[in-house]
């Protein structure tokens, strides 16, 4: 069967288009670990809060719906892992444990997976399936991430969701726009060939 008939078939994430192997894996995992530290570059200081706006949730739910779960799972992994282990690439050149920010990383470990298996099941072939996906694995950056900021920070829940939510709100809206645009056209794309 040739891969031009592949993408229709259920069950596929668009890295599933490239031919198969463990060097294929190995590249895509560790492709979307250093997509990730490089979109966590991307990052610009929120006023009184400890957590910037990044790219780096983009760039994780992209590589989870774009890997599928396991291989989404597996590069988050990596990415959170090197980044403790001291490769400064979490946002802003961050790296290590100890920042108040480490949770919204271990969300998107949870939120990759998450969009990764939906994606597998067709989340992604559509603009308002790609936007209730996306925007179910920012739920879940957030619902890991805010509690971890409000301990690892010292502040009451209210004060972690005024500072490690509502200011992100808008720019989450503009990614998962984003991803309604690029990951249905790229599906069509590839099925029109």
Do not use: C, H, N
Not at 4 to 21: H, I
Not at 142 to 160: E, Q
Not at 169 to 184: F, N, Q, R, T, Y
């Amino acid at each position: 069967m040739s891969t031009a008939a592949l993408p229709t078939r259920s069950g596929q994430v668009l890295a599933d288009l490239v031919p198969s192997s463990r060097v294929r894996d190995v590249a895509l995992v560790a492709g979307g670990a250093v997509l990730t530290g490089i979109a966590a570059q991307i990052a610009v200081p929120v006023p009184g809060s400890p957590v910037p706006v990044t790219g780096q949730t983009f760039a994780a739910l992209l590589v989870g719906t774009s890997l599928g779960a396991g291989r989404g799972l597996l590069s988050l992994a990596l990415y959170a892992l090197v980044g403790m282990a001291g490769v400064p690439w979490f946002a802003g050149g961050g790296s290590g444990v100890g920042a108040p920010s480490l949770g919204y990383v271990f969300g998107m470990l949870l939120a990759a997976t998450v969009v990764g298996a939906l994606a597998r099941r067709g989340a992604d072939r559509s603009v308002l399936r790609t936007a209730g996906t996306m925007l179910f694995g920012e739920a879940i950056i957030y619902a890991v991430g805010v509690p971890y900021l409000a301990l690892a920070a010292d502040m009451s829940l209210t004060a972690a969701i005024a500072a490690g939510l509502t200011p992100f709100l808008i720019g989450d809206a503009l990614k998962a726009a984003l991803a309604m645009g690029v990951l249905p056209t790229v599906w069509k794309l590839v099925d029109r060939k």
